[in-house]
């Protein structure tokens, strides 16, 4: 987590998550790369025949300006040293901006603030945090109000007896002795499919001999879903943190099927940090 980047709107959750992402930097002795995307919505002049209104150079210049003094006074007011941060605006749509920097950027991690998504919005569009939660390829923490290390001691690891993951569960280990926290393994028996708890749990256990997993609790509840099971439990427990994994679908598939982990981010209020699959195991 060396390299670690924060998309930000300047908004309270956003500055929040540029907090957090100071401190994984201090401690993993990386650095913040703040990214401001500005994205040129579609607008019209208000006359009888309507017109496209033009973004010419001064107003780009001036947001990028009104971004930068944003940019200053968040540094003013939060203290960074000695970690090195670095400022960068860019012009595009917010989601391929992002996605585009992560790559040229060799970027670690993404720690992004989120309001969360619901009703009709969630259905049809999802907040912004959802998206990149979906796409990026590299792991994303995804806050909702102001988060520090030293309070994260609880990590909810939703989990299937699955033996080809080996990517991903090492980085979930590497996340749970870098927070040197505690993992409670979640399997989530559902009325969709419902097994047999000693066929669960026989299955679990060669799935934690197979990749040494070290201060855990084996957790299996039932539940009508996933979901509704990672959201109930964390609750229960006071999680501090989620950790999961997403299969990063699109377009019709993401539609039909959905992600667990993007409405788990959507409706839980702990941080919840997420790892798309389908970059490195199937």
Not at 67 to 81: G, I, L, W
Not at 97 to 123: P, R, W, Y
Not at 206 to 228: M, V
Not at 241 to 263: N, Q, V
Request: net charge negative; proline share 4%.
């Amino acid at each position: 987590m060396k390299r670690i980047l924060v998309p930000c709107d300047f908004s309270p959750t956003a500055v929040q998550a540029f907090e957090l992402a100071a401190e994984i930097a201090t401690i993993s002795r990386g650095e913040v790369l703040v990214l401001h995307a500005i994205e040129f919505v579609a607008a019209y002049e208000t006359s009888f025949v309507a017109q496209p209104y033009t973004f010419n150079a001064t107003v780009i210049e001036e947001l990028e300006k009104d971004a930068q003094k944003n940019f200053d006074e968040m540094m003013r007011s939060h203290r960074t040293d000695p970690i090195p941060v670095h400022f960068y605006t860019d012009h595009g749509p917010i989601i391929d901006t992002i996605q585009q920097f992560i790559t040229d950027n060799e970027i670690d991690l993404v720690v992004m603030g989120t309001h969360g998504a619901s009703g009709m919005k969630e259905l049809f569009v999802g907040s912004n945090a959802e998206k990149i939660v979906r796409l990026s390829p590299v792991p994303v923490f995804s806050i909702k109000s102001p988060a520090s290390l030293s309070s994260i001691h609880k990590i909810v690891f939703p989990t299937l007896p699955d033996l080809h993951q080996s990517h991903f569960v090492n980085k979930i280990k590497e996340l749970q002795k870098f927070l040197d926290a505690h993992l409670y393994l979640l399997y989530v028996n559902t009325l969709a499919n419902s097994m047999e708890e000693r066929t669960i749990t026989a299955s679990l256990n060669d799935y934690i001999r197979h990749y040494g997993f070290n201060n855990y609790t084996l957790n299996i509840i039932n539940d009508t879903n996933e979901e509704n099971g990672i959201i109930r439990f964390s609750e229960e427990i006071n999680a501090d943190m989620i950790a999961m994994a997403t299969h990063g679908r699109k377009g019709l598939a993401h539609f039909i099927s959905g992600s667990i982990a993007e409405d788990v981010v959507n409706h839980v209020q702990c941080p919840v940090w997420t790892y798309t699959l389908k970059h490195h195991d199937s």
